[in-house]
């Protein structure tokens, strides 16, 4: 019979529907051109080497010769740079002006790279470049949100194919990470933990659902997991903003996502996916109820009329399963 399942931090329900349910090897993307069988360099990709003038640079590693890694700003942007944070209200409607930040990580100069054919300290790099520009943006007084993206793959949502991540910096605090933190924050007042630290302490208790362990990360795939394979990594301290990681956990963190992103390559054939780092709103001070955590999301199912018309997601695969298909692939094949 199915089951819904309520996710603990996040109070979102989903449908797990057992009797629908695919085994986890039936979601190996079928044969497709990989990326590591695209070309290194391509003359007509802005973010190639050769291309540089193309866009306005705000970061270079190493500063002088052949980067390894850049960061610029987004050439079509969702918000300016310029101008100032208006608010209007014709006693119906709010409106701020669309100001803030848009930057594009450019993670590698190869064209056919990507975090999963990466080394760590590379992927520690690009973390480490997301906090530089993260902490750079929270002096604008005009932003009060950071949020940390990655596309990969055009049912993810890419529009380049060349490996890079964006951060946006928002003029508001969008609705939904607002009810996210009241729900920790009502769980902390009604237990007196952290909710996030709780699910950590829960699962690695149980043991089944987890992917990955590290010295400072925990991955597994979510109780409530709203589709194959949605993977979460936590942090074992407790802290909640991104920021305020400390360097020999970006080191560990850059380590344990490779490991992860190569068993989804390798098991799932190099498949589209998403991740998002969750931070606390920039404004707030260290939240003693709220965790910062990497969502990451294969896109080997797709949201249809259901998901758009309750909010909630059916998962046609079990989260047990995912997570023990997950760990049984050998990553560094």
């Not at 069988?37 to 190493?62: K, M, Q, S, T, Y």
């Not at 080394?119 to 790099?125: F, G, K, M, P, Q």
């Not at 362990?213 to 991104?242: C, M, Y």
């Amino acid at each position: 019979m199915p089951e819904l399942r309520q996710n603990l931090a996040t109070k979102e329900w989903v449908i797990i529907a057992t009797e629908r349910a695919r085994r986890p090897e039936e979601f190996v993307e079928p044969t497709h051109a990989r990326t590591d069988e695209r070309p290194d360099w391509l003359a007509d990709c802005p973010f190639c080497p050769g291309n540089e003038e193309l866009d306005l640079e705000v970061l270079r590693i190493p500063q002088e010769g052949a980067w390894q890694l850049r960061v610029v700003c987004n050439k079509y942007p969702a918000l300016q740079r310029e101008g100032e944070r208006t608010f209007s209200f014709d006693g119906i409607h709010r409106m701020i002006s669309g100001v803030g930040h848009h930057e594009v990580l450019i993670e590698t100069p190869r064209h056919n790279s990507a975090p999963a054919l990466q080394r760590s300290d590379e992927v520690a790099l690009m973390l480490r470049a997301f906090q530089l520009r993260g902490q750079e943006v929270t002096t604008d007084p005009r932003v009060q949100h950071l949020i940390y993206f990655k596309n990969h793959g055009v049912r993810a949502g890419t529009s380049l194919l060349h490996p890079h991540t964006q951060l946006i910096g928002l003029p508001v605090v969008p609705h939904t990470i607002r009810l996210r933190t009241e729900e920790a924050r009502r769980y902390f007042d009604d237990h007196g933990m952290c909710v996030f630290c709780k699910m950590i302490e829960d699962e690695l208790s149980d043991g089944v659902r987890i992917v990955m362990e590290s010295e400072h990360f925990v991955a597994f795939v979510p109780f409530a997991a709203f589709s194959p394979f949605h993977l979460w990594i936590l942090p074992r301290r407790h802290h909640s903003n991104f920021l305020d990681t400390q360097a020999n956990e970006i080191a560990d963190l850059g380590h344990l996502l490779r490991q992860v992103l190569r068993k989804f390559y390798v098991g799932l054939n190099d498949p589209d996916y998403n991740y998002v780092i969750r931070s606390a709103p920039i404004h707030d001070p260290a939240m003693e109820y709220l965790h910062w955590y990497l969502a990451l999301v294969p896109r080997v199912s797709r949201a249809a009329g259901f998901e758009l018309g309750s909010g909630m997601f059916i998962n046609i695969a079990l989260p047990e399963a995912s997570a023990a298909f997950l760990r049984e692939v050998k990553e560094d094949n």
